[in-house]
């Protein structure tokens, strides 16, 4: 078994017996993006708490629209509470502005003692660009980090990729500019207010470089990206596949290699699933009327275990860019308190199938293929 | 594009669009289609498809389309339903897979489907395997198969047999590119059909992204565009586009890119002019080209008919050597 816990980490091994030195043994993932509450039928939020923590993935942040708009203490307390009992670390993001109308402030100072990690208006608008940054430097009083997911809704109306793929399917397009026009504003509002901020998905090339930049200016600012986005691209919305359609779309193979080279070089700081498990009937009509979105607990692992197989990555960066980055963004100051650990196999190959995976929701376009890559066991 | 609506022969098991198919079954079509001319020109009737019920599924409004299907499918002798889908099932909230499911139950052989989604007709093709055909009537953006070979029987006609080869022919399109799925099909019909010298024309706001992927040659001048043209193919503009961020104005677009007949007389002596319809006049095309000596564009919709007795009886065939 290779040990990739930090060396301070509280965690005796002397109880894990494993017959091969190819495991490893990580601390519990932390997922940045994850939607809990999307399935719709009421059993979701518990079924995919289990299915998390059964991934190796302990501890789950929510953006602010997962289920009902939070924008009160005693709900966060509630929602909190509601997956503690299941052994989920859920992390929540409080509203930026109230119903994520993007008009009027939210009550950020009440969101943030309800123990919101951050605040963010997801990916609904904002009125104009003053609410925007009157909302940054109101959060910036109260020392709270803003999430962004960036997105410029007039330039996204599309369902694809803006490519010669949507073209020729004769869909509607979201140019990458529909992210990198958001993102280049909210790096500058950024700099303007001193907030630190933490952007999102990042799809696209340009994305990769606006972050480059803020960074090399100094700026308090870190990203992810979603591990599908790493492993697909508008290539296999071929043939109108709908369990391919995500938002934001999957892009071109130029941004994934620059997604995979903005995680090597250190740009990109974390990957998260970007979770959102549908029932098959959103997913059961024309492509472009099927609900984005991608089951993606079930597959981390592999595909995690892919990036180092493929160089992407080492396997101590991996345990950075999927446990330790992402809690230092999440502002899990008690990581290592609440503590436990993640057997891996990453030479274990299974079958992905709608038996084999865990999550209520089927949608994924990796169904059929062979992965590598599972979690042997959790600690708690 | 995978290919569903091709039998393990080679046959049209569906006919979702264009691509997917080669050059031989494109002139098969045509040749099929050529056989229901009588000596005289004139449009005959046959039995192909006596006992078989076909259904005109128009999620989608369309008067001219559903019409000359209809026209195609009484003169192979079926069993025709129109229904007035867009607002009936769908309309109380009922989905795409069970309004199939629901129809096919009632003994139907063939779909003839409009919808608005880019991909409706792959679609279904999926839900609705093994009994039905699904006919591609035009889908969202993506694809207007049927149209696009009536196109090329009318070239076939008015050009080839009069002793120009496809593969020698310039071809121009004009209009609105972007969101054509009459452009779509039509190129890549003529692309298979050998046809190498293939223009689009259109302002950039109406051309698709990665249009330099489709290997066509691009112009943003129609006077250049058209010099020396076989053919010139207008789209029509649709009235949301003008004064959207697209287009300025009617006037405008006509000044630039409306096939006058100063530009046709760029082309060549003999070019002919097609349109899908329906056109608006003095938008996208001159009334005295429209009604013009060299418009071929009513011939077009008598071409419509036999291409779409010609498509309907080889999916036919196709779906009864699937079931075995």
């Given at each position: 078994?290779k040990?990739?816990?930090?060396?301070?980490?509280?965690?005796?091994?002397?109880?894990?017996?494993t017959d091969?030195?190819?495991k490893?043994?990580?601390p519990?993932?932390?997922?940045?993006c994850?939607?809990?509450?999307?399935?719709g039928?009421?059993?979701?939020?518990?079924h995919?708490?289990?299915?998390?923590?059964?991934?190796?993935?302990?501890?789950?942040c929510?953006?602010?629209?997962?289920?009902?708009?939070?924008?009160?203490s005693?709900?966060?307390?509630?929602v909190r509470e509601?997956?503690?009992?299941?052994?989920?670390?859920?992390?929540?993001?409080?509203?930026?502005?109230?119903g994520?109308?993007?008009?009027?402030?939210?009550?950020?100072a009440?969101?943030?003692?309800?123990?919101?990690?951050?605040?963010?208006?997801?990916?609904?608008?904002?009125?104009n660009d003053?609410?925007?940054?009157?909302?940054?430097?109101y959060?910036?009083?109260?020392?709270?980090?803003?999430f962004?997911?960036p997105?410029?809704?007039?330039?996204?109306k599309?369902v694809?990729?803006?490519?010669?793929?949507?073209?020729?399917?004769?869909?509607?397009?979201?140019?990458?500019?529909?992210?990198t026009v958001?993102?280049?504003?909210?790096?500058?509002?950024v700099?303007?207010?001193?907030?630190c901020?933490?952007f999102?998905?990042?799809?696209?090339?340009t994305?990769?470089d606006?972050?480059?930049?803020?960074?090399?200016?100094?700026?308090?600012?870190t990203?992810?990206?979603?591990m599908?986005?790493?492993f697909?691209?508008?290539?296999?919305?071929?043939?109108y596949n709908?369990?391919?359609?995500?938002?934001?779309?999957?892009?071109?193979?130029?941004?994934?290699?620059?997604?995979r080279?903005g995680l090597?070089?250190?740009?990109?700081?974390a990957i998260?699933?970007?979770?959102?498990?549908?029932?098959?009937?959103?997913?059961?009509?024309?492509?472009a009327?099927?609900?984005?979105?991608?089951?993606n607990?079930?597959?981390?692992?592999?595909?995690?275990?892919q990036?180092?197989?493929?160089?992407?990555?080492?396997?101590?960066?991996?345990?950075?860019?999927?446990?330790?980055?992402?809690?230092?963004?999440a502002?899990i100051t008690?990581?290592?308190?609440i503590?436990?650990?993640v057997?891996?196999?990453?030479n274990?190959?299974?079958?992905v199938?709608?038996?084999?995976?865990?999550?209520?929701?089927?949608?994924?376009?990796f169904?059929g293929?062979?992965?590598?890559?599972?979690?042997?066991?959790?600690?708690? | 594009?995978?290919?569903?609506?091709?039998?393990?022969?080679?046959g049209?098991r569906?006919?979702?669009?264009?691509?997917?198919?080669?050059r031989?079954?494109?002139?098969?079509i045509i040749?099929?289609?050529?056989?229901?001319?009588?000596?005289?020109?004139?449009?005959?009737?046959?039995?192909?498809?006596?006992?078989?019920?076909?259904m005109?599924?128009?999620?989608?409004?369309?008067t001219r389309?559903?019409?000359?299907f209809?026209a195609?499918?009484?003169?192979?002798?079926?069993?025709?339903?129109n229904?007035?889908?867009a607002?009936?099932?769908?309309?109380?909230?009922e989905?795409?897979?069970?309004t199939?499911w629901?129809?096919?139950?009632?003994?139907?052989?063939?779909f003839v489907?409009?919808?608005s989604?880019?991909?409706a007709a792959?679609?279904?093709?999926?839900?609705?395997?093994?009994?039905?055909?699904?006919?591609?009537?035009?889908?969202?953006?993506?694809?207007?198969?049927?149209?696009?070979?009536?196109?090329?029987?009318?070239?076939?006609?008015?050009v080839?047999?009069?002793?120009?080869?496809?593969d020698?022919l310039?071809v121009?399109?004009?209009?609105d590119?972007k969101?054509?799925?009459?452009?779509?099909?039509?190129?890549c019909?003529?692309?298979?059909?050998?046809?190498?010298?293939?223009?689009?024309?259109a302002p950039?706001?109406?051309?698709?992204?990665?249009?330099?992927?489709?290997?066509?040659?691009?112009c943003?001048?129609?006077?250049?565009?058209v010099?020396?043209?076989?053919?010139?193919?207008?789209?029509?503009i649709?009235?949301?586009?003008?004064?959207s961020?697209?287009?300025?104005?009617?006037s405008?677009?006509?000044?630039?890119y409306?096939?006058?007949?100063?530009?046709?007389?760029l082309?060549?002596?003999n070019?002919?002019?097609?349109?899908?319809?329906p056109?608006?006049r003095?938008?996208?095309i001159a009334?005295?080209?429209?009604?013009?000596?060299?418009?071929?564009?009513?011939?077009?919709?008598?071409?419509?008919?036999?291409?779409?007795?010609?498509?309907?009886?080889m999916?036919?065939?196709?779906?009864?050597q699937s079931?075995?």
């Amino acid at each position: 078994m290779k040990n990739l816990l930090p060396k301070t980490w509280q965690f005796d091994t002397k109880n894990i017996t494993t017959d091969t030195n190819e495991k490893w043994l990580i601390p519990p993932i932390v997922d940045l993006c994850a939607r809990l509450n999307k399935f719709g039928d009421g059993t979701s939020f518990t079924h995919e708490c289990q299915t998390a923590i059964k991934n190796g993935i302990l501890h789950v942040c929510t953006p602010p629209d997962d289920g009902a708009v939070r924008e009160s203490s005693s709900l966060l307390k509630e929602v909190r509470e509601k997956a503690a009992n299941h052994g989920l670390n859920l992390h929540m993001l409080g509203a930026l502005t109230q119903g994520l109308k993007g008009e009027k402030l939210a009550n950020i100072a009440d969101i943030k003692a309800g123990g919101a990690i951050g605040v963010s208006n997801a990916r609904f608008a904002f009125a104009n660009d003053e609410v925007l940054l009157r909302a940054l430097e109101y959060a910036k009083a109260f020392d709270i980090k803003v999430f962004f997911y960036p997105d410029e809704p007039s330039l996204s109306k599309g369902v694809a990729h803006d490519g010669y793929i949507a073209s020729y399917h004769g869909l509607a397009g979201i140019p990458w500019l529909a992210e990198t026009v958001a993102l280049a504003k909210q790096i500058l509002m950024v700099e303007e207010t001193g907030i630190c901020a933490h952007f999102s998905q990042l799809t696209c090339r340009t994305s990769v470089d606006l972050v480059r930049f803020g960074k090399a200016r100094g700026l308090p600012i870190t990203c992810d990206v979603a591990m599908h986005q790493l492993f697909l691209t508008d290539d296999d919305i071929e043939g109108y596949n709908a369990n391919a359609h995500v938002y934001p779309p999957l892009r071109s193979n130029t941004d994934q290699r620059a997604l995979r080279q903005g995680l090597a070089d250190g740009t990109i700081d974390a990957i998260c699933s970007h979770h959102e498990p549908l029932s098959s009937t959103d997913k059961l009509m024309p492509f472009a009327e099927s609900v984005a979105g991608i089951s993606n607990f079930d597959t981390f692992v592999s595909l995690a275990c892919q990036l180092v197989a493929d160089g992407v990555l080492t396997d101590t960066q991996l345990v950075e860019k999927i446990c330790l980055n992402p809690a230092n963004i999440a502002g899990i100051t008690d990581y290592e308190q609440i503590g436990g650990a993640v057997l891996i196999d990453p030479n274990q190959a299974w079958q992905v199938t709608k038996q084999s995976i865990l999550s209520k929701g089927k949608n994924t376009p990796f169904l059929g293929d062979e992965l590598f890559g599972k979690v042997v066991q959790t600690f708690f | 594009m995978s290919k569903p609506q091709i039998t393990a022969s080679g046959g049209i098991r569906h006919f979702l669009g264009v691509e997917g198919l080669g050059r031989t079954q494109l002139e098969n079509i045509i040749d099929k289609a050529m056989g229901y001319f009588d000596a005289d020109g004139r449009l005959i009737n046959t039995d192909e498809l006596a006992g078989k019920t076909v259904m005109n599924l128009f999620f989608e409004n369309s008067t001219r389309t559903r019409t000359t299907f209809e026209a195609a499918q009484k003169r192979l002798g079926a069993n025709v339903l129109n229904l007035d889908i867009a607002r009936s099932s769908t309309s109380k909230g009922e989905s795409l897979s069970d309004t199939l499911w629901n129809l096919e139950a009632m003994s139907s052989d063939m779909f003839v489907v409009r919808h608005s989604s880019s991909g409706a007709a792959h679609f279904m093709a999926t839900q609705v395997t093994p009994n039905v055909a699904i006919i591609n009537a035009g889908d969202g953006w993506h694809a207007h198969p049927t149209q696009a070979m009536l196109d090329m029987l009318t070239i076939h006609r008015e050009v080839v047999q009069k002793g120009k080869a496809f593969d020698d022919l310039s071809v121009a399109i004009v209009g609105d590119i972007k969101h054509s799925r009459v452009a779509r099909s039509d190129i890549c019909a003529l692309q298979t059909l050998g046809v190498k010298d293939l223009r689009v024309i259109a302002p950039r706001t109406l051309l698709p992204k990665g249009i330099e992927r489709y290997g066509v040659n691009v112009c943003d001048n129609i006077n250049q565009g058209v010099v020396d043209c076989d053919v010139i193919i207008g789209l029509r503009i649709q009235n949301e586009r003008i004064g959207s961020p697209l287009l300025p104005s009617t006037s405008e677009y006509f000044k630039h890119y409306g096939i006058n007949e100063h530009r046709l007389n760029l082309a060549k002596p003999n070019a002919i002019v097609m349109h899908p319809g329906p056109m608006n006049r003095g938008v996208e095309i001159a009334s005295d080209v429209a009604d013009g000596e060299q418009s071929v564009i009513l011939k077009q919709v008598n071409n419509g008919i036999a291409v779409r007795m010609a498509v309907m009886a080889m999916a036919m065939r196709g779906q009864e050597q699937s079931k075995g």
